[in-house]
């Protein structure tokens, strides 16, 4: 079972990696399924998914419309939860539910709402990409002034969109260290290496705002 696990976050790991190298007019356009709205109290369930129980009732939590994000519930606990929907990014069609604390809440979060007002309207990939960049130019979006973590432990799902039921795992359940300016390479990792040992961390940086937005990915193999 261990085995089996670890491999196919190896595989899921390379597909990512993969995706990162690739030229945005290669990707398959994911951003219809993306931004499929959700009844609010499914939507609701799936943010909080990605937390630990004991932050899930107290955390702030956003949901996804017409119009992107909107505010459901202001929490009590510095955690902030939403379903995010950034992976069109690097051409994956999977729902990535996602807790960041308060450290993220000011520099993660925001940007993550950006995009999803932006999905809404429809704007394509590279609209969303120069505006996002173009926002930590003028100071609208910063890196995290400090390490922190965002939790997404019930990993990055496959969702049947006329339900929202989770169908399938895309990536296993993981804790993001906030690592901007850190590279893969800094911390030892290789494509190789992970073939034999899929618990390696490695960084992420192919999301909503690139290197300014890297996370430090730790995928436990227990899970």
């Known amino acids: 079972m261990r085995r089996s696990s670890a491999g196919k976050c190896t595989l899921a790991l390379l597909s990512i990696l993969s995706a990162a ?20 109290n499914v939507e609701r369930a799936l943010a909080v ?5 004991h932050l899930r009732s107290d955390a702030t939590v956003y949901v996804f419309g017409a119009k992107g994000f ?3 519930q202001t929490g009590t606990n510095g955690f902030t939860c939403l379903l995010n929907r950034d992976s069109f990014f690097y051409g994956w069609r999977a729902f990535k ?21 932006l999905l809404a309207a429809d704007k394509s990939v590279h609209e969303i990409r120069a505006d996002i ?10 890196r995290a002034r400090r390490t922190g973590v965002a939790y997404m432990l019930a ?7 006329s ?4 169908v ?12 901007p300016g850190v590279t893969s390479a800094d911390l030892g990792y290789s494509r190789e290496a992970a073939q034999s040992n899929a618990s390696l961390p490695f960084i992420f940086r192919s999301g909503a705002g690139g290197a300014e937005l890297s996370y430090l990915v730790i995928a436990p193999q227990h899970h």
């Not at 998914?49 to 129980?53: D, K, V």
């Not at 339900?163 to 989770?166: A, E, H, N, Q, W």
């Open 21 to 40: 190298t690739t030229s945005a007019g290669a990707q398959t356009d994911t951003r219809a399924v993306l931004k499929t709205v959700f009844p609010e």
């Open 49 to 53: 998914s990605a937390a630990p129980e």
């Open 70 to 72: 909107s505010k459901v």
């Open 97 to 117: 539910p996602t807790c960041w604390d308060a450290e993220g809440a000011t520099s993660y979060v925001p940007v993550m709402l950006r995009v999803g007002e």
């Open 133 to 142: 960049d173009a926002g930590f130019k003028a100071g609208r979006f910063h």
């Open 155 to 161: 990993g990055d799902v496959n969702l049947d969109t």
């Open 163 to 166: 339900t929202g039921k989770v």
């Open 168 to 179: 399938g795992q895309a990536f296993p359940a993981h804790y993001m260290i906030y690592a």
